[in-house]
């Protein structure tokens, strides 16, 4: 069952964001774009080189009203001691959320039950609160955040502009398609 358009149920839950504990809620999603990034734990190897990527992209994202949230089945002080040990982690500035509890993997249905934690999930979230895009990889293999920028970018382009879609590697300023005048023939 696909999760385009299924919107991101009530939560309440822990994060560690500059230097400190604070509280996400679904409160605070409303409004504005949002990356939830899910990946397996704390202290391993693919991981800190995901979330440094992403943190070198992260003021491309928040130029755009886009904010990040990675999030682990640690806990909060879990993930302080990584930022406090792992230079890479260190860097980090957006808000690393603890699900402990498994709420959020459960909700974005990418727990793996059997061993208590999460799939690499990428979500974009709009400012309703629903899922407009996402992918699932195996634990194996890392994501970009150019890629996720540029997917990020396509679907704020298709929120405004709901009757054009964007082809194949569109990227801002690029042409777009109209369904209904750009298929005229294609078949």
């Avoid at 822990?14 to 504990?21: G, K, L, N, Q, Y």
């Avoid at 990020?152 to 298709?158: I, N, R």
Wanted: proline content about 4%; overall charge negative; hydrophobic content about 35%.
């Amino acid at each position: 069952m696909s999760l385009i358009n299924k919107e991101v149920e009530e939560f309440s839950v822990t994060a560690f964001h500059d230097e400190d504990f604070i509280n996400v809620t679904k409160e605070d999603l409303k409004g504005k774009w949002s990356v939830f990034f899910f990946y397996p734990a704390d202290f391993t190897f693919v991981c800190p080189t995901e979330l440094e990527d992403l943190q070198n992209n992260y003021e491309k994202f928040k130029e755009i009203g886009c904010e990040i949230y990675s999030v682990s089945t640690d806990t909060h002080f879990v993930h302080k001691a990584w930022h406090d040990h792992s230079e890479k982690i260190k860097k980090i500035t957006y808000p690393m959320i603890a699900d402990p509890t498994h709420a959020l993997s459960k909700d974005f249905e990418v727990l793996i039950e059997s061993d208590g934690i999460a799939e690499r999930g990428t979500f974009i979230v709009n400012p309703e609160c629903k899922i407009v895009a996402y992918e699932v990889n195996a634990g194996n293999v890392g994501r970009n955040a150019d890629e996720l920028l540029r997917k990020l970018q396509a679907c704020q382009f298709v929120s405004e502009h709901g009757n054009e879609v964007c082809p194949a590697k569109w990227e801002p300023g690029a042409e777009t398609l109209k369904p209904g005048v750009d298929l005229v023939g294609a078949l």
